[in-house]
């Protein structure tokens, strides 16, 4: 492990700020998986990322279609959400590979779900019910100098001054 981060999530805008900060730190070739629950704020994180990138359109969760794709200007964007992946054959299906050129990021929602198809992570990420109290729990791991990066910007972004 590179490098580890905790912090406290109070409310959606920071799920969301937290997203903007990491899509600072992106860049081609990158895989970030996203962790917790129904409902913890992975889609949510999601969509911070792709807004820190300059997507101004909707970001509709993957959960039906397993992928969405972002054309942007300097990088294509995978966004997947595995909760209903069932079948190997989906992998193939819905042309997942692409996600993992030099070109593209992926961003996995449910990674548990296809653990044997996914290439390793440069970042994870776990969002937590925050005990005793409202908002969420974030935590995140870089296993390499890539990974590294988002988690800079991430803690410049959102220590406390
Ligand atoms: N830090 C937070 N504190 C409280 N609510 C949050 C936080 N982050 C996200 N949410 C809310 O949690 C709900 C579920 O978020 P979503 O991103 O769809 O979760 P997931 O994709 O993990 O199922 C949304 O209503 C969202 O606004
Ligand atoms: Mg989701």
Same mark, same amino acid.
């Given at each position: 492990m590179i490098a580890t981060?905790?912090?406290?999530?109070?409310? =959606?805008? %920071?799920?969301?700020? $937290? *997203?903007? =900060?990491? %899509?600072?730190?992106? $860049? *081609?070739?990158?895989?970030?998986?996203?962790?917790?629950?129904?409902?913890?704020?992975k889609t949510t994180l999601a969509r911070g990322v792709l807004r820190g990138l300059g997507w101004e359109g909707p970001v509709k969760s993957p959960s039906y279609t397993l992928l969405e794709h972002y054309p942007l200007s300097s990088l294509y964007l995978y966004h997947f959400d595995f909760y209903r992946f069932a079948d190997p054959q989906e992998w193939e299906t819905v042309g997942a590979a692409e996600a993992f050129t030099p070109r593209s990021v992926?961003?996995?929602?449910?990674?548990?779900?296809?653990?044997?198809?996914l290439p390793p992570a440069d970042l994870e990420v776990h969002l937590l019910p925050a005990t005793g109290g409202d908002g969420r729990t974030l935590e995140l791991a870089a296993t390499t100098t890539a990974g590294e990066r988002c988690v800079s910007e991430i803690r410049k972004a959102l220590a406390a001054p």
């Amino acid at each position: 492990m590179i490098a580890t981060f905790r912090t406290h999530l109070p409310d =959606a805008a %920071a799920t969301e700020a $937290a *997203g903007r =900060a990491l %899509a600072r730190g992106l $860049a *081609g070739g990158m895989l970030v998986t996203l962790s917790g629950e129904l409902g913890a704020g992975k889609t949510t994180l999601a969509r911070g990322v792709l807004r820190g990138l300059g997507w101004e359109g909707p970001v509709k969760s993957p959960s039906y279609t397993l992928l969405e794709h972002y054309p942007l200007s300097s990088l294509y964007l995978y966004h997947f959400d595995f909760y209903r992946f069932a079948d190997p054959q989906e992998w193939e299906t819905v042309g997942a590979a692409e996600a993992f050129t030099p070109r593209s990021v992926g961003l996995v929602e449910w990674p548990e779900r296809v653990a044997g198809f996914l290439p390793p992570a440069d970042l994870e990420v776990h969002l937590l019910p925050a005990t005793g109290g409202d908002g969420r729990t974030l935590e995140l791991a870089a296993t390499t100098t890539a990974g590294e990066r988002c988690v800079s910007e991430i803690r410049k972004a959102l220590a406390a001054p």
